[in-house]
């Protein structure tokens, strides 16, 4: 490299969510001090004349330095790079493990919870029947889960614009359940990051094979159990519990969900791990485009630990407070330099903070060097989280909130739709009323047995229904049938009126809606 004539392009940053284009020179000292990307050294100045200056290592764009060349999970030789991550202790570790165990505890009883002796959540993807705190949402209401869909996608964008990616690190299932469940069975039965990487590299003796048999034997049984957990959300904890009492030939399909996603969750938290983070979730890759330089993030203050310089006993220590231990690296789930920056593989996991702020102590130096803090407050010590983005975006979710309000206060418990019957003409009565024939259905939209009556509002007249339909209808059914509406010449006044029908359950009237009625003209 040090020999080409001609300048190579070749950095791509995935971190702004474009691709842009640094130039690469030989004996050329890059100058990041109006880089967009946060993290980098300000301290390194351009040299033309390629002098390496005291005490400071070149930072010509190498294959070791251009982090944003390549991703951190495959090797240069294209093979996946396996971690072995240090084992986290701290004080943001210790928090990270209550906020867990707070947030499981929540997960595995929701399941349990009922109000109105319907599940509290319930996501029926198979029957298309949604509860979401004891709202049902069925076929016919896809457009408020739209909305609310969409709401929560807004919601996403504002609070990732102000906190980063706060729920990757504290909230997300994957990051709770690999970190704080399977990460932690790993290190019980093989060890720390040392011990994990010997084991690997020692021949099968029956200890290995012991090991690695209790582990995924255990990774299996966790796997199974949250496989059960997904399916009580889907199908709810009563049908589960049916699957579980009752012969498995009765309940074939449920169970080969529950064998499908076993060896999912199997699959990836023993072997797809960080990549299920930085390869497909779709969300690291966005998160360049949701934040900027105000967003909370976990950061390296490059304007305190730069120039990096190991610690010596007895000199006179001019360089920053970084050390370059590299202990933040160690303890890293996905592997990267959080002193390069802001990248897409961080999860903002707070290892790091733990691990440096370790180091700090012990070398009698401040806390903080990583910490969560914005670019801004990196750079002018003010951070500036309300901004005119966040105030847009907060509008934005208010009206979506208001409008979902509106439509679920407003919301029938029935949907009526009553048509007159193809090829059907009126029908002049010999007593002098007039008779159309409807065709209707009558949708139940809640969770609950409804006996809907339909009655005619104005003009006056009479339903007349064919046969004896049964408008009972139980949670999400629906009811169908004809009838004959009858009303007297005189009420109608032209070829065309319109009627005013009414749904009632009991004394409850349920919705109101309008159809056409056909008579000669006067």
Known sequence: MRNQKRAEIVRWHFNSGRRSAKIRCPNLYTDYKNSNHFGLSQSRKPIADGRKPKDMKPTAITSEDSFRDHFSGVSEDGKRNWFYPQKPTGLWHNRRVLFTIAILTILFVTPFLKFNNQPLLLFNVLERKFIIFGLFIGPQDYWLFGLTMLSFMVFIVLFTTIFGRLWCGWACPQTVFMEMVFRKIEYAIEGDRGKQKLLNKAPWTGGKILRKTAKYSAFLVVSFVIANLLLSYVIGVDELSKIISEPIDEHIPLFSGIVIFTAVFYFNFAWLRDQACTVVCPYGRLQGVLMDRNSIVVAYDYKRGEPREKLHKGHDRSAGDCISCFQCVAVCPTGIDIRNGTQMECVNCTACIDACDTMMDKVGFDKGLIRYTSENAIVSGVNKSITNRTRAYTVVLILLWSALGYLIVSRNDTQTTLFRAPGSHYIENKDGTISNLYTFKIFNKTNQVVKPTIKLDSPKGTLLFAGKPDLTLDGAGMS????????????????????????????????TFETTFMAPEE
Do not use: C, H, N, W
């Open 480 to 511: 169908q049938g004809t009838l004959f509406i009858i009303i007297p010449k005189a009420a109608l006044k032209s070829r065309k009126t319109k009627l005013r029908l009414s749904v009632f359950q009991g004394k409850e009237k349920l919705e």
